[in-house]
Protein backbone atom coordinates (compact mmCIF):
# COMPACT_ATOMS: atom_id res chain seq x y z
CA UNK A 1 0.00 0.00 0.00
CA UNK A 2 1.20 3.55 -0.55
CA UNK A 3 -0.29 6.97 1.26
CA UNK A 4 -0.05 9.97 -1.28
CA UNK A 5 -0.76 13.94 0.84
CA UNK A 6 -0.49 16.34 -2.03
CA UNK A 7 -0.31 20.29 -0.55
CA UNK A 8 0.48 23.43 -2.73
CA UNK A 9 -2.77 23.81 -4.57
CA UNK A 10 -3.99 27.86 -4.19
CA UNK A 11 -5.35 31.01 -5.98
CA UNK A 12 -2.83 32.25 -8.71
CA UNK A 13 -3.58 34.72 -11.33
CA UNK A 14 -2.78 34.26 -14.48
CA UNK A 15 0.96 34.54 -15.70
CA UNK A 16 1.86 33.40 -12.20
CA UNK A 17 3.59 30.37 -11.27
CA UNK A 18 2.38 27.16 -8.24
CA UNK A 19 4.29 24.34 -6.50
CA UNK A 20 2.08 21.30 -5.87
CA UNK A 21 4.17 18.49 -4.16
CA UNK A 22 3.25 15.00 -3.04
CA UNK A 23 4.35 13.11 0.10
CA UNK A 24 4.93 9.63 -0.46
CA UNK A 25 4.77 7.16 2.39
CA UNK A 26 4.23 3.02 2.50
CA UNK A 27 5.64 0.78 -0.11
CA UNK A 28 7.38 2.59 -1.96
CA UNK A 29 9.68 0.63 -3.14
CA UNK A 30 7.05 -0.95 -5.28
CA UNK A 31 6.04 2.26 -7.21
CA UNK A 32 7.10 2.36 -11.29
CA UNK A 33 5.34 4.96 -11.97
CA UNK A 34 4.15 8.66 -10.51
CA UNK A 35 2.50 11.15 -12.28
CA UNK A 36 -0.34 14.30 -11.69
CA UNK A 37 -3.79 14.41 -12.86
CA UNK A 38 -6.31 17.07 -12.66
CA UNK A 39 -10.05 17.23 -13.46
CA UNK A 40 -11.96 20.28 -13.94
CA UNK A 41 -15.64 21.19 -13.11
CA UNK A 42 -17.85 18.78 -15.75
CA UNK A 43 -14.88 17.10 -17.09
CA UNK A 44 -13.44 14.04 -17.17
CA UNK A 45 -10.02 13.69 -15.04
CA UNK A 46 -6.97 13.67 -17.09
CA UNK A 47 -2.85 12.91 -17.14
CA UNK A 48 -0.97 16.30 -16.71
CA UNK A 49 2.37 14.78 -16.56
CA UNK A 50 3.86 11.14 -15.46
CA UNK A 51 7.86 10.72 -14.30
CA UNK A 52 9.17 6.54 -14.57
CA UNK A 53 11.52 4.84 -12.29
CA UNK A 54 14.72 5.79 -15.02
CA UNK A 55 13.90 9.67 -14.82
CA UNK A 56 11.61 9.36 -18.39
CA UNK A 57 8.77 12.01 -18.56
CA UNK A 58 5.41 12.70 -20.77
CA UNK A 59 3.40 16.15 -20.60
CA UNK A 60 0.35 16.56 -21.54
CA UNK A 61 0.35 18.59 -24.98
CA UNK A 62 -1.25 21.35 -22.84
CA UNK A 63 1.01 21.91 -20.28
CA UNK A 64 4.26 21.08 -22.25
CA UNK A 65 6.96 23.88 -21.77
CA UNK A 66 4.87 25.39 -18.50
CA UNK A 67 4.83 22.35 -16.44
CA UNK A 68 7.77 20.16 -14.90
CA UNK A 69 7.35 17.18 -13.07
CA UNK A 70 10.18 15.82 -10.57
CA UNK A 71 10.59 13.74 -7.54
CA UNK A 72 12.67 13.57 -4.67
CA UNK A 73 14.01 10.26 -4.14
CA UNK A 74 15.61 11.05 -0.79
CA UNK A 75 12.69 12.89 0.69
CA UNK A 76 9.70 10.58 -0.91
CA UNK A 77 8.27 13.65 -2.43
CA UNK A 78 7.28 14.44 -5.98
CA UNK A 79 6.42 18.08 -7.47
CA UNK A 80 5.15 19.48 -10.13
CA UNK A 81 6.35 23.06 -10.93
CA UNK A 82 3.25 24.68 -12.69
CA UNK A 83 4.24 28.14 -14.80
CA UNK A 84 2.81 30.75 -17.39
CA UNK A 85 -0.48 29.36 -15.58
CA UNK A 86 -3.54 29.87 -17.38
CA UNK A 87 -7.32 29.98 -16.30
CA UNK A 88 -8.20 26.73 -18.11
CA UNK A 89 -5.98 25.07 -16.06
CA UNK A 90 -7.97 25.31 -13.04
CA UNK A 91 -9.06 21.68 -11.40
CA UNK A 92 -8.32 19.73 -8.86
CA UNK A 93 -4.67 18.44 -9.11
CA UNK A 94 -4.13 14.63 -7.91
CA UNK A 95 -1.19 12.95 -7.45
CA UNK A 96 -0.73 9.46 -8.42
CA UNK A 97 1.25 6.22 -8.04
CA UNK A 98 1.05 2.77 -9.97
CA UNK A 99 2.69 -0.12 -7.67
CA UNK A 100 2.62 -3.55 -8.64
CA UNK A 101 1.06 -5.93 -7.14
CA UNK A 102 -1.74 -2.76 -5.24
CA UNK A 103 -2.03 -0.50 -8.59
CA UNK A 104 -2.99 2.98 -8.24
CA UNK A 105 -2.73 4.68 -5.20
CA UNK A 106 -4.29 8.47 -5.04
CA UNK A 107 -3.88 11.56 -2.52
CA UNK A 108 -6.53 13.22 -1.52
CA UNK A 109 -6.43 16.42 -4.65
CA UNK A 110 -5.69 20.02 -3.96
CA UNK A 111 -7.38 22.85 -6.11
CA UNK A 112 -5.25 25.21 -8.36
CA UNK A 113 -8.09 28.14 -9.25
CA UNK A 114 -5.97 30.96 -12.15
CA UNK A 115 -8.26 33.59 -12.00
CA UNK A 116 -7.63 37.72 -12.00
Known amino acids: QVQLVESGGGLVQPGGSLRLSCGISGSIFSIYLMGWYRQAPGKQRETVALINNSGLTNYADSVKGRFAISRDSAKNTLVLQMNSLKPEDTAVYYC??????????WGQGTQVTVSS
Open 96 to 105: NTKSYPSGDS
